[in-house]
């Protein structure tokens, strides 16, 4: 009798590594900067982050996962209140927006508890490992190099500026993988599950404490195959071990 290996695709930002919680930080000095410059028109962080959310999940819907995304959804959200109190816009804290938005990217990446040993587990094991992440080549590319993840997934790496069904059919189709022995594993309900259960493939959701709004989306369909939701990904390897398929 034989345990038959798996085939396990790994979303990298906020499943792996570290990715919101440094948009986090910018975001609050963006509504600093916001509730400081329109103070006499009595703009709250609440009305801006509202508006900012709004504009990036729409960028995001229209060009994907480009780096001049967030950036620019600052600069529209200050233009927006700028018309809002009729207020001329300034080149000058559109610089320090547009900026401010790019420096999101220079931060060092960390790793989320445990990713080196459920990467190292896997591996061990003998499952067949695979990256799949959402963003721009040289900014994945580096956050990749710095967390050496290539010694995990070698050139089972794909790299996509849209994230979406469309997206991981192209992989698994050219990939030829056996969807009954293939794992989706990621911290996305849009960019990950959903795609995953509609290619009949199994999914484990790492839910996180705090969201991208742009991740949450409502399951409106019965998952046709496995779907699990953990809270940490040390759990995955004793799902992957639990639904081991046994072949004579």
């Given at each position: 009798?034989n ?5 396990i ?8 590594i570290?990715?919101?919680k ?17 103070q ?8 801006v982050r ?5 504009v990036?999940?729409?960028g ?5 996962f ?13 233009r927006?209140f700028?018309n809002l109190?009729?207020k001329?816009p300034?080149h000058h804290?559109e610089?320090?927006l ?7 990217y220079d931060h ?13 587990t896997?591996q ?7 990256l799949?992440t959402g963003?721009?080549?040289r900014i994945?590319?580096r956050?990749?190099e ?14 996509r500026?849209?994230k979406?069904v ?7 189709s ?5 969807r ?6 990621g911290?996305s ?9 509609k290619?009949g493939?199994n999914s484990i959701y790492?839910?996180q ?5 742009y ?8 998952p ?5 939701t ?6 995955v390897?004793d ?5 081991a398929?046994?072949?004579?």
């Amino acid at each position: 009798m034989n345990k038959d290996l798996q085939h396990i695709i790994f979303d990298m930002d906020d499943t792996l590594i570290h990715c919101n919680k440094y948009f986090d930080l910018i975001l609050g000095e963006f509504f600093e900067l916001m509730t400081s410059w329109f103070q006499e028109y009595g703009v709250t962080t609440e009305q801006v982050r509202k508006k900012q959310m709004e504009v990036d999940v729409a960028g995001v819907n229209k060009a994907g996962f480009a780096s001049i995304n967030f950036p620019k959804s600052l600069i529209e959200t200050y233009r927006f209140f700028c018309n809002l109190h009729h207020k001329t816009p300034s080149h000058h804290e559109e610089e320090e927006l547009f900026k401010l938005g790019l420096s999101v990217y220079d931060h060092e990446v960390e790793p989320y508890p445990g990713m080196v040993e459920t990467l190292n587990t896997l591996q061990n094991e003998g499952h067949h490992l695979y990256l799949y992440t959402g963003g721009e080549t040289r900014i994945q590319k580096r956050k990749i190099e710095q967390m050496k993840l290539a010694d995990y997934f070698e050139d089972r790496i794909y790299i996509r500026q849209h994230k979406n069904v469309q997206a991981l059919e192209e992989i698994l189709s050219a990939g030829r993988f056996d969807r009954s022995l293939t794992w989706m594993i990621g911290n996305s309900l849009r960019t990950d599950v959903v795609p995953a259960l509609k290619a009949g493939i199994n999914s484990i959701y790492i839910k996180q404490q705090r969201e991208w709004h742009y991740n949450l989306v409502e399951l409106k369909q019965e998952p046709h195959n496995v779907l699990y939701t953990v809270s940490a990904l040390t759990e995955v390897p004793d799902i992957i071990a639990g639904n081991a398929v046994i072949t004579p």
